[in-house]
C-alpha cells in the first residue's frame, strides 16, 4: 500500500480484506444498497453539508456516519452496499469491507492530495467518480501544506450537479 506516488496496491492485501470481511461482516443484517458517507468532524469540512446530505438522500441515498457506527456495523454496511458515495477521507476506508461496489463516488476539494479511497475504490469497485470543487485556503507561498490539505470548501453544485446527477444513477 502506498498512498503517493507512485500510488500502489499490492493484490496481496485483498486476501487479508476478505479475512476482516469474513470476521467481521454481520449475516443476515439488512443494510442499504446506496449509502452516502458523511462526516460529524471539521476535518476539511464541507460548508454547504446539510444541502449535499439533502441531495443524496432525496436520491435514495441513506446518510451514514461511520464513525458513530461499531466496526461490525461499518463492515456490514459496506459490504452490502452497491452505490457508495460520500466526502473523501477515512470514513471511506471502509470499502475495503465491500465486496462488490458498482459505483464510488467522492466529493473533496483540489487540495486533497490523499488517494487512499482510489486505491480501496480499484479493488472494490466497478466505477470510480471524482468531484473536485475549490476550497478555501490554497496552497501559495506563505501558505503551509496542511493548511490548504485540511481547508473548508463548498461543494460546487452550480458546475458539478449535472455530471453528479449522471453519477449517481
Not at 13 to 42: K, N
Not at 118 to 129: F, N, R
Not at 145 to 168: I, K
Request: glycine share 4%; hydrophobic share 45%; proline share 6%.
Amino acid at each position: 500500500w502506498h498512498n503517493a506516488q507512485p500510488f500502489h496496491l499490492h493484490p496481496a492485501v485483498e486476501d487479508v480484506w476478505e479475512r476482516l470481511r469474513a470476521a467481521m461482516v454481520i449475516p443476515g443484517q439488512v443494510t442499504p444498497e446506496r449509502i452516502f458517507v458523511s462526516r460529524a468532524d471539521s476535518d476539511r469540512q464541507c460548508r454547504n453539508q446539510a444541502e449535499v446530505e439533502a441531495w443524496f438522500a432525496h436520491r435514495g441515498f441513506a446518510v451514514v456516519f461511520p464513525e458513530l457506527l461499531s466496526l461490525p456495523d461499518q463492515a456490514t454496511l459496506f459490504a452490502h452496499a452497491r452505490v457508495v458515495a460520500g466526502f473523501a477521507g477515512s470514513a471511506l476506508f471502509s470499502l475495503l469491507y465491500s465486496t462488490h461496489v458498482e459505483k464510488v463516488v467522492l466529493l473533496t476539494h483540489t487540495q486533497y492530495s490523499a488517494r487512499n479511497e482510489w486505491l480501496y475504490a480499484v479493488s472494490a469497485a466497478d466505477e470510480l467518480h471524482y468531484f473536485w470543487s475549490e476550497p478555501e485556503i490554497k496552497a501559495k507561498p506563505g501558505v503551509r501544506w496542511a493548511e490548504s490539505f485540511h481547508s473548508p470548501w463548498t461543494f460546487d453544485f452550480p458546475r458539478l450537479e449535472g455530471e453528479l446527477d449522471e453519477a449517481v444513477k
